[in-house]
């Protein structure tokens, strides 16, 4: 069996800091408590009984940021960045505080993009680029662990990829979540939005 974590990067704002909508866009580094973050997420992974086989992450650097900490604390190399985990682009959104994106698209659509992976208008997303994406992963077949550190955006195409039930299709920064792909393809949600 192939089990498949996906995990969100680490916070990009402090706490005191207010919260915007950041996306392909914007490449900010993790800040401090991202990085305790990202260290804790090295060592969970440090303890697991399997070895990983593959370590990819988004390019955006705080997903960067997020699997170098994970490779230092496992002793195993990152194996390169790939797009489809990239982050969404905003659109005009993009940058914009929380109260303000809400205002604009109106809550709804937000609960429709965090329940169903429906974008807001003006949102550049290509949801049929992603879930293939997500799916011809899936198909590669074989055994082992792979690491995949993503985005929020990007992660939630993995459970509409699969075809898993929706719901809460968020993962908070520094959380991961964990499929398993069987010898047969079929993909079924271990755990999801999980912080060590």
Do not use: Y
Request: negative net charge; charged residues 25%.
């Amino acid at each position: 069996m192939r089990r498949i974590f996906i995990i969100r990067h680490g916070d990009t704002f402090a706490s005191s800091a207010d919260a915007c909508r950041v996306g392909a866009r914007t490449d900010i580094p993790l800040v401090e408590s991202g990085h305790a973050q990202a260290g804790r997420l090295g060592q969970w992974f440090a303890h697991q009984a399997q070895p990983i086989d593959r370590l990819l992450s988004s390019p955006l650097l705080r997903a960067r940021e997020t699997a170098a900490a994970i490779a230092a604390a496992t002793g195993d190399a990152a194996d390169g960045v790939r797009d489809w985990l990239g982050e969404i682009d905003h659109g005009p959104d993009e940058g914009r505080p929380e109260a303000a994106v809400l205002a604009r698209i109106g809550a709804q659509a937000l609960a429709d993009w965090d329940e169903r992976g429906i974008a807001p208008d003006g949102w550049i997303v290509d949801a049929d680029a992603r879930i293939a994406a997500w799916r011809a992963f899936f198909a590669e077949g074989g055994a082992g662990v792979d690491l995949l550190v993503t985005s929020n955006g990007a992660a939630r195409f993995a459970l509409i990829a699969a075809g898993l039930p929706l719901g809460a299709l968020k993962l908070r920064t520094g959380a991961f979540g964990e499929l398993a792909v069987d010898q047969d393809g079929g993909v079924s949600l271990i755990r999801w939005d999980e912080r060590p």
